[in-house]
C-alpha cells in the first residue's frame, strides 16, 4: 500500500484527466453534393473554360475567325506592344475605371450618409436612388446620348455657356466626360445599397458618446464611420474596377469610340477584331487582358487581406 503526501494530491489533481487526442475523421460528402456541382462544373467548362483555351491558342496564330491558319509564335504580342491604337485603348480603359470609382464611391457614400440620418421622404428617397441601377446600360446610354447631343447644348446657348453649346461627344478631349458620368449615375445605386448596409450596421452609442464628448460631424465620420465601414468602401473599390475594366455599351451608346479611337475601350477593340478579320491578334490582346485584370484583382486581394466587415 502507497501513501501519498498531500503535495503529490495536489499535483494529481492539478494535472487533471489525460487529454483524449482524436483523428480527425474524414468527413462524407453526401452524393446530393455532386448532383449540383458536376452540372455547373460541367457547363462552366464547356462554355468558359473550352472557349477560352481555344482563344488563346489561335492567339498564336494567324487565324481570322474562318478557313485555315499558320503559327506566328509570339508575333501577335511582340505587335500589341507596338501598337498605339491598343495601347491607346489600355490608357483610356485604366483611367476610366480610376476616375469613375472614385467618383462614383464619393458620391454614393454622401448620399448613404445622407439618407441614414433621420430625414423626410427618406425610404421613398432610395428607391428613387436606386432607380437606373434597374436599367440597361445601352438604353441609358443613348439616352444621355440625346440629352448631351440635343438638350445639353441648347440649355448652354440659352444661359450663354459657350463651353458646351457644341456636344461633348463631338470633342475628343472632353468626350470621356459623358462615359464617367453616365457609367457612374448607373452604378452610383448599388454602391449605395453596400454603404447604406454598412452605416446602419454602426451602433448609435457610438455617436452619442462621440456628441457628449464634443466630437464634430466630421470628427465622427472620420474617426467613427470610415473606420467601421472599411470593408464596404473595399467592397464596393473592388466591384467598381470589375466592372468599369470591361466596359463597353454605355460606349457603344454614348461615343461608338469616337472621337477617332479616343474613348475606345480594350473590350470594344478585343470585340471589333472578332468582327473585323483580326480573330488572333484580339485573342492575343484578350490574353493580355485576362492578365492585367487578374494581377488588379490580386493587388486588390492583398490590400484587402485582413479586412473584415462589420456586421
Known sequence: MTLQTPLAEVAVQQEGPPVRT???????????????????????????VVPAVIGIFYSF???????????????????????????????????FAVVTVVIAQVIALALAVALTKRIRFAAPLRTIFVIPMVLSGIVV??????????????????VGFAPLEQSILGNPDLAWLSIVTVSAWQ????????????????PGDL?????????SAWTQFRSITLPLIAGFVLINTVLGVKGYLGVYDVIVGLTGGGP?????????????????????YQMANATIFFIVTVIISVAQLLVTRGRTIRL
Do not use: K
Not at 36 to 41: E, G, I, M, R, Y
Not at 187 to 202: D, E
Open 187 to 202: 452604378t452610383i445605386p448599388g454602391a449605395l445599397l453596400v454603404y447604406t448596409a454598412g452605416l446602419t450596421s454602426i
Open 61 to 95: 496564330t494567324d487565324y481570322v475567325g474562318y478557313g485555315s491558319w499558320s503559327l506566328l509564335g509570339l508575333r501577335n504580342y511582340t505587335a500589341l506592344f507596338s501598337d498605339p491604337d491598343i495601347l491607346g485603348s489600355y490608357g483610356f480603359t485604366l483611367g
Open 260 to 280: 477617332g479611337t479616343s474613348t475606345r475601350s480594350v473590350a470594344m477593340a478585343i470585340f471589333g477584331g472578332f468582327t473585323g478579320g483580326d480573330y488572333a
Open 22 to 48: 482524436r483523428s480527425r475523421s474524414r468527413r462524407r460528402i453526401e452524393p446530393i453534393y455532386y448532383l449540383f456541382l458536376v452540372p455547373a462544373l460541367l457547363l462552366f467548362t464547356g462554355f468558359v
Open 141 to 158: 446610354a443613348y439616352v444621355f446620348n440625346f440629352l448631351f447631343s440635343n438638350s445639353l447644348p441648347a440649355f448652354a446657348s440659352a
Open 207 to 215: 455617436y452619442e458618446a462621440s456628441s457628449l464628448d464634443g466630437a
